[in-house]
């Protein structure tokens, strides 16, 4: 970060920008020496003569540092920075360059809340953008090269999966790959470069070489599969969704948290209420959290609630370990869940997608509380170890799916009940649980192809439990799940796990509750009188846990799945909930 001693000049200017005139040298190593030069946005946009680059690098650790002369001010910077600007200096012409670090005041608030919100107009101006990923190591050398030939692989399935090894090595699993700020630079350049070292390569060949043979990304680790992802928000452009790429860059790093949301704002067109001028680094990140939560509850391209953001609330750590002020049903998305997975869509009954979308909610402050309706349906009265996906586990899927007998279904559920209420007593072993929960999932293994099956839904239970609930039902729950849990559902059929905890709830005042009371049921088109009355109600306050699965709705027979149909319909057995 720049040194706070520089005396930066003020913008003047409502897109006023600096930059960075990098003074030639032949030296590598030479120390740096350039100007800060301000200008606008717009008038780089109509300079085709002396465009400017910009640098997508990570600033690094701040303790490690070095310096650049700013017009005879000795500057520090940190070294990444430094090396970057060493590696693209050019040794006869001035090199005109934006630098988040250098070209704004990190000091300044209200100068790097208005900066930040124009940061996706300042990499749609630049001519160029060069992702600078640090040293050229023997790895990284030969995969770029290949990349800047234009090397085509030919089917050979021995290369594809050496030169992806090579790629995951060299370049991949760099820290910028996986940085808050470098999706927005990439998705909105119009001419990315990869560099490392001195040797640079265009974004799209370093994309043709390593995406383009379909067997590499079938053998290849998490690192290819996000490189695909980062090139597809960009080929998206306009079409990102703001709750997608939060799903998916979720826990990635950032020196400041609240950059994982800031950093996406530019990209995000199709919803208005995603705008940069959400910047506002006075906040504090529970507070962002909270507002972004709220917005994509609201927004109307929130298309399935089987994947509504309070699914994602849960990321394995108990609620008092969260961050002070954020409320139970907002993500952290600085971090990561504790589950790998969400169950795939096929495999979640239909009665759970196809909700009401008439059942609104409605939020109060102090503390942020989501006032919505719902119904208790059950308790949690034991579960079982967090699940692990281990090869004991397959096999004995593999081997249960060649002997089991539909008929057989109530008898092993009986049995399956029996054995996870000894769970909680026996201190089991890990081994009696694999064939514990093999037998459970047993029935749906005949409803899908069993690849697909170990595929997607072993990595959906690895993080969360199994548990028993008073009712006799099995249902999969998060890990911070504990007896005495409730299962509910609200906003919709999704059923969630929620916790009582009464010394800590809020004292909201009648007046505001009646107030958010009224508020839902006019949204639902229904007249105050009857049970539905203008009265302030008593409000079932709750901490949310996460998303249930009741997975027995799979094997039962649909018309004795009468619970879900008669709380459509039968209004009464709504109860006003508030979770905070």
């Known amino acids: 970060m720049a040194q706070s001693s520089f005396p930066y000049q003020p913008l003047e200017e409502n897109d006023s920008i600096r930059l960075l005139y990098l003074q030639p040298s032949e030296k590598h190593d030479a120390d740096l020496h350039g100007s800060l030069v301000h200008t606008t946005i717009h008038e780089r946009s109509y300079d085709l003569h002396t465009p400017f680059t910009a640098l997508s690098y990570v600033w690094g650790d701040p303790t490690i540092t070095s310096f650049i002369y700013i017009d005879d001010h000795h500057v520090t910077i940190t070294a990444s920075l430094a090396a970057a600007l060493r590696d693209i200096r050019d040794s006869s012409l001035v090199f005109r360059i934006w630098a988040d670090a250098l070209c704004i005041d990190q000091n300044n608030i209200p100068e790097r809340n208005q900066q930040v919100k ?36 030919k089917g050979e399935t021995e290369e594809i999966i050496q030169l992806t090894k090579q790629a995951e090595v060299g ?11 470098i999706l927005q630079e990439l998705v909105l350049s119009r ?79 199709q919803d208005k209420a995603f705008s940069p001028e959400l910047v506002d680094y006075s906040m504090s990140l529970s507070r962002v959290y909270t507002i972004v939560a709220e917005l994509i509850l609201r927004s109307p391209l929130q298309q399935e609630w089987t994947e509504t953001v309070l699914s ?8 008092q370990d969260r961050p002070d002020g954020l409320p139970s ?45 719902g119904s208790h ?124 905890t009464p010394k800590q709830q809020p004292q909201h ?35 949310l846990i996460g998303a249930c699965y009741n997975f027995q709705d799979f094997f039962s027979d649909p018309q004795k799945i009468g619970f879900l149909r008669h709380f459509a319909i039968n209004l009464t057995l709504l109860l006003p909930f508030g979770i905070y």
Not at 122 to 147: C, F, N
Not at 191 to 204: A, N, Y
Not at 232 to 237: I, L, N, Q, T, V
Not at 441 to 463: C, I, N, Q, W
């Open 377 to 500: 349906f059950d308790t949690i009265e034991v579960v079982s170890p967090a699940f692990q996906w281990t090869p004991a586990i397959i096999q004995q899927l593999e081997r249960t799916v060649k002997t089991f007998e539909l008929r057989d279904l109530e008898l092993e559920v009986r049995k399956l009940f029996e054995e996870l209420k000894g769970l909680d007593k026996a201190g089991v072993q890990h081994s009696s649980f694999e064939l514990f929960l093999s037998r459970f999932m047993s029935p749906f293994l005949r409803m899908y192809d069993v690849l697909e099956f170990l595929k997607h839904v072993g990595t959906a239970m690895e993080g969360r439990r199994l548990a028993l609930t008073e009712k006799g039902c099995i249902v999969v729950v998060p890990s911070c799940t504990r007896p005495g849990d409730e299962c509910v559902y609200f906003a919709g059929f999704r059923p969630f796990i929620v916790r009582n």
């Open 191 to 269: 001419d990315p470069w990869v560099q490392c070292g001195k040797l640079r390569v265009r974004w799209t060949d370093l994309c043709a070489l390593l995406l383009g043979q379909q067997e590499g990304l079938e053998s290849a680790g998490m690192a290819l599969k996000v490189l695909k992802d980062m090139d597809s928000a960009r080929s998206r452009g306009a079409e990102n969704s703001l709750y997608d790429i939060l799903r998916a860059r979720r826990g990635f790093g950032a020196s400041d948290k609240r950059d994982i949301v800031y950093a996406l704002l530019g990209l995000i067109k």
């Open 312 to 319: 994602h609330a849960d990321d394995g750590r108990e609620l």
């Open 329 to 373: 049903w907002a993500p952290d998305w600085s971090v990561l869940p504790s589950y790998k997975a969400q169950f795939p869509k096929q495999m979640i009954p239909e009665e759970y997608t196809s909700c009401w979308a008439g059942i609104p909610f409605h939020c109060i402050d102090n503390p942020p509380t989501l006032l919505t309706l």
């Open 509 to 543: 005042s009648n007046g505001l509750i009646q107030s958010a009371w009224l508020f839902l049921i006019l949204n639902m088109g229904i007249q105050p009188d009857g049970i539905w009355d203008a009265k302030t109600p008593a409000i079932e306050y709750r901490r």
């Open 171 to 181: 370049i991949l699993l760099r820290p910028w790959f996986t940085r808050a700020w």
């Open 118 to 153: 124009q940061m996706g107009s300042i990499y749609q101006a630049a001519g160029h953008t060069i992702i600078h990923l640090g040293l050229l190591t023997s790895e990284a050398e030969l995969v770029l090269l290949k990349a800047r030939s234009r090397h085509v692989l």
